[in-house]
């Protein structure tokens, strides 16, 4: 069965290159992201994983644990993070989900057989602090991830949990949002006291009200 928005992220216990975890244990009381990729020691993941490696302040500052995972051994995790710390500049500073049974990407669907017979695909997963899962994304081996972009969602879904607000086309951590429909103009200049623009009934801005 496939993990829909707004389902708990299913609970599992798994061994990583950090240890053996329980996932919702390792979530705590924070945000995460759960991503897979197809296979250790192949390119476009060992860009990808440097890449995580480089922005996890940023995930930090979200609030936010990122753990990766692939069908690969915790043996072949730890010789490919030397190539990834190597090759990319970095130093790999989160889990690697060792999923050698399969039984984390089957529960999350994340092997698609008419794109990779036994492999998972680019599945991504944000999971709220209520572990809920807020987001899902799904790319095919050959195109890496913009996790820029992965952190701007997380940017949206911490934003439009807290306000009444939505983000609109290409929205940035700053930027103008869209009134939630279900608010009255009366309702909405009451709560956004930087103001509205009404550009028509059902499209209404305010500026960013964190910010
Ligand atoms: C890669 O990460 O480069 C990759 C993995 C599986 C298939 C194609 C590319």
Redesign the pocket.
Known sequence: MAVRLGDVAPNFKARTNEGDIDFHEWLGDKWGVLFS???DF????TTELGMVAKLKPEFDRRNCKVIALSVDSVEDHNSWINDINETQGVTVNYPIIADTDRKVADLYDMIHPNELDT?TVRSVFVIGSDKKVKLTITYP??TGRNFDEILRTIDSLQLTAEHAVATPVNWKDGGMCIVVPNLSDEEARAKFPKGIEVIKPYLRTTPQPNR
């Open positions: 990729h197809p296979k192949t390119p476009v993941c492999l081996a050959s």
